[in-house]
């Protein structure tokens, strides 16, 4: 059998198993051709974007920017507005829409590119057969859904971080990824840094003895302020607000309950736990060797919650974990910059953003052996998860990878929520003894969605 038969008999029967998959309110699911890997004819990759506001702008031209991709098609449930992060950013579909035709428009003789298609529902995005990879930038209260759709749909997933809403929807996320074969990739960037993997490296290989504790710190949140009062407000012309509630509860529309500030409303994010927590926590569970686990003890040490008003996430974030060895997790609201500092017995690792400092000084210049731990290296995140695509290997942040991390999030939200100290089985990922705190593991999904 030719190879083009071969491709043409398996591309079949993927898409015969898949069209028995139904999605909500009936939507088929199609298997697109180059989800079967490097074997497939073309080696460009389709993609298309699923939000497009604030950071999904980012993602929109970190994949776009690409020698072997073409967006086709961008989808956002707001036609254009301005007020995201800031004042100035004019976001949603048409502004993606206009970005990517303009890019492309660019390339071409004429100067002119018309080619890029803009949804209202990423649903019809889902269901064409073109569509290879996606990009999943929404609120976190809609990473679970179209991630498993999209994974049902035998298309490859660049999700943002955190990887999902519940410990319950993460583990969803990770089944759908696993059965469907597909290939996910976490927004967690900042482990495609070369100083974060060197920093880590130097943990893991025991260069400041055995680990004691591992510091970090969450501040209040990004804006600084609060919405003590506040009346609902029209929901704006071209903004499907129904479809942006979607799983989440009813709730009157308010400028501040969507865009940006959605991560400051429990129905929606985790506040600053799940947004610059992710990232810092990634990191820790990777520099522990910890990132396919968690701890087993979350404690609350005094953390604070919002008494009145619209936000009603975690104001004041301080926690405790423990892990099964013994190493200690400590949050605190303030007192340590950057990503995390490692201390053990024999010196201490501190991670910046930008940089990192140790202890002895001279543990900047240590050289990792041919022998000794190599931790995944990746230059650019996103770069990785379109060769991992093609490679059909798992990517420096994988489904379950993003999963842990986030689990250690929402565990210390719950502890946080509870005001006490509570134990956690990782491998069966429930909380022992405590009925109470194990009916946060998910969240109501309003009908018709489902996971």
Same mark, same amino acid.
Request: aromatic share 10%.
């Given at each position: 059998?030719?190879?083009?038969?071969?491709?043409?008999?398996?591309?079949?029967?993927?898409?015969?198993?898949?069209?028995?998959?139904?999605?909500?309110?009936?939507?088929?699911?199609?298997?697109?051709?180059?989800?079967?890997?490097?074997?497939?004819?073309?080696?460009?990759?389709?993609?298309?974007?699923?939000?497009?506001?604030?950071?999904?702008?980012?993602?929109?031209?970190?994949?776009?920017?690409?020698?072997?991709?073409?967006?086709?098609?961008?989808?956002?449930?707001?036609?254009?507005?301005?007020?995201?992060?800031?004042?100035?950013?004019?976001?949603?579909?048409?502004?993606?829409?206009?970005?990517?035709?303009?890019?492309?428009?660019?390339?071409?003789?004429?100067?002119?590119?018309?080619?890029?298609?803009?949804?209202?529902?990423?649903?019809?995005?889902?269901?064409?057969?073109? $569509?290879?990879?996606?990009?999943?930038?929404?609120?976190?209260?809609?990473?679970? $859904?179209?991630?498993?759709?999209?994974?049902?749909?035998?298309?490859? $997933?660049?999700?943002?971080?955190?990887?999902?809403? !519940? $410990?319950?929807?993460?583990?969803?996320?990770?089944?759908?990824?696993?059965?469907?074969?597909?290939?996910?990739?976490?927004?967690?960037?900042?482990?495609? #840094?070369?100083?974060?993997?060197?920093?880590?490296?130097?943990?893991?290989?025991?260069?400041?003895?055995?680990?004691?504790?591992?510091?970090?710190?969450?501040?209040?949140?990004?804006?600084?302020?609060?919405?003590?009062?506040?009346?609902?407000?029209?929901?704006?012309?071209?903004?499907?607000?129904?479809?942006?509630?979607?799983?989440?509860?009813?709730?009157?529309?308010?400028? =501040?309950?969507?865009?940006?500030?959605?991560?400051?409303?429990?129905?929606?994010?985790?506040?600053?736990?799940?947004?610059?927590?992710?990232?810092?926590?990634?990191?820790?569970?990777?520099?522990?060797? !910890?990132?396919?686990? &968690?701890?087993?003890?979350? /404690?609350?040490?005094?953390?604070?919650?919002?008494?009145? &008003?619209?936000?009603?996430?975690?104001?004041?974030?301080?926690?405790?974990?423990?892990?099964? *060895?013994?190493?200690?997790?400590?949050?605190?609201?303030?007192?340590?910059?950057?990503?995390?500092?490692?201390?053990? !017995?024999?010196?201490?690792?501190?991670?910046?953003? *930008?940089?990192? *400092?140790?202890?002895? /000084?001279?543990?900047?210049?240590?050289?990792?052996?041919?022998?000794?731990?190599?931790?995944?290296?990746?230059?650019? =995140?996103?770069?990785?998860?379109?060769?991992?695509?093609?490679?059909?290997?798992?990517?420096?942040?994988?489904?379950?990878?993003?999963?842990?991390?986030?689990?250690?999030? =929402?565990?210390?939200?719950?502890?946080?929520?509870? #005001?006490?100290?509570?134990?956690?089985?990782?491998?069966?990922?429930?909380?022992?003894?405590?009925?109470?705190? *194990?009916?946060?593991?998910?969240?109501?999904?309003?009908?018709?969605?489902?996971?």
């Amino acid at each position: 059998m030719s190879d083009k038969r071969r491709f043409a008999s398996r591309r079949d029967f993927l898409k015969c198993a898949a069209a028995g998959v139904m999605g909500t309110y009936g939507m088929p699911y199609l298997v697109a051709s180059s989800a079967l890997g490097a074997g497939a004819p073309s080696n460009r990759i389709n993609i298309g974007c699923i939000g497009t506001g604030n950071m999904g702008f980012t993602d929109l031209q970190g994949l776009m920017h690409q020698d072997d991709t073409q967006i086709v098609a961008v989808c956002d449930v707001n036609r254009g507005s301005y007020g995201y992060k800031t004042a100035e950013q004019f976001r949603g579909r048409e502004p993606a829409r206009k970005l990517v035709d303009d890019y492309y428009g660019e390339k071409k003789r004429s100067g002119v590119y018309k080619g890029t298609d803009a949804y209202n529902d990423f649903r019809v995005l889902l269901a064409r057969d073109d $569509i290879d990879a996606v990009s999943v930038t929404t609120p976190d209260h809609w990473h679970a $859904i179209p991630t498993i759709m999209a994974a049902r749909a035998g298309k490859h $997933i660049y999700c943002q971080k955190p990887l999902s809403l !519940t $410990i319950a929807e993460g583990r969803a996320m990770v089944e759908a990824v696993r059965r469907y074969g597909v290939t996910l990739q976490t927004g967690s960037q900042h482990r495609s #840094k070369e100083r974060m993997r060197f920093a880590c490296e130097l943990v893991r290989n025991g260069r400041i003895g055995r680990v004691k504790r591992v510091l970090t710190s969450l501040g209040r949140h990004g804006l600084r302020f609060d919405l003590d009062t506040w009346d609902p407000t029209p929901v704006p012309d071209g903004f499907d607000y129904d479809l942006w509630l979607g799983p989440a509860p009813l709730a009157p529309h308010h400028e =501040h309950r969507c865009f940006y500030t959605f991560r400051f409303l429990q129905d929606y994010s985790g506040g600053e736990t799940t947004n610059t927590g992710a990232h810092k926590f990634d990191i820790v569970q990777w520099g522990l060797g !910890t990132e396919r686990t &968690g701890p087993v003890e979350i /404690e609350d040490l005094g953390s604070e919650f919002p008494k009145s &008003g619209l936000f009603d996430t975690v104001s004041r974030i301080h926690f405790r974990a423990r892990y099964a *060895n013994g190493v200690e997790l400590i949050c605190t609201p303030g007192g340590i910059g950057g990503a995390a500092r490692f201390e053990g !017995t024999e010196g201490w690792v501190h991670m910046d953003w *930008n940089s990192f *400092n140790t202890y002895p /000084e001279s543990l900047v210049n240590t050289v990792i052996g041919p022998n000794e731990i190599h931790l995944y290296k990746s230059s650019d =995140h996103k770069r990785d998860f379109l060769d991992c695509i093609k490679s059909g290997r798992d990517p420096i942040a994988p489904v379950e990878v993003g999963h842990r991390s986030a689990s250690i999030c =929402h565990l210390a939200n719950i502890a946080m929520r509870l #005001k006490r100290k509570i134990q956690w089985d990782p491998d069966e990922e429930h909380f022992i003894n405590d009925e109470q705190a *194990n009916r946060l593991l998910s969240k109501s999904i309003r009908s018709p969605w489902r996971l």
